[in-house]
Nanobody
Framework: QVQLVESGGGLVQPGGSLRLSCAAS????????MSWFRQAPGKEREFVAG????????KYADSVKGRFTISRDNAKNTVFLQMNSLKPEDTAVYYC???????????????WGQGTQVTVSS
């Protein structure tokens, strides 16, 4: 059974940091590209960051470039999202997703987690 379980969300003040984790099981993690998406209230889900199966290639949304870092530990079947200099507009539910192909469109992703809430507020 495939599972993607996100953790690490919470309430943080503007300018603060959070580190999200996504633990994967039920598929060959090291063969899958992994990405983070987010969905703010009243908005469509959007791409945040992605990493190739090895982690050697990464991509970021312009809105988070320079502030967020995606990384993965294939030995532990886990992908991370380090979020620094957080802004109120980063408030959203954050989802991790997996697909065999790097660069897939959002609708093509094979597996999704349930999401973790991130709230940036003073």
């Amino acid at each position: 059974q495939v599972q993607l379980v996100e953790s690490g969300g919470g309430l943080v003040q503007p300018g603060g940091s959070l580190r999200l984790s996504c633990a994967a099981s039920g598929f060959t993690f090291s063969s899958y590209a992994m990405s983070w998406f987010r969905q703010a209230p009243g908005k469509e889900r959007e791409f945040v960051a992605g990493a190739s199966s090895s982690g050697g290639v990464t991509k970021y949304a312009d809105s988070v470039k320079g502030r967020f870092t995606i990384s993965r530990d294939n030995a532990k079947n886990t992908v991370f999202l380090q979020m620094n200099s957080l802004k109120p507009e980063d408030t959203a539910v954050y989802y991790c997703a997996a697909d065999p192909r790097y660069g897939s469109r959002q609708r093509e992703y094979a597996y999704w987690g349930q999401g973790t809430q991130v709230t940036v507020s003073s």
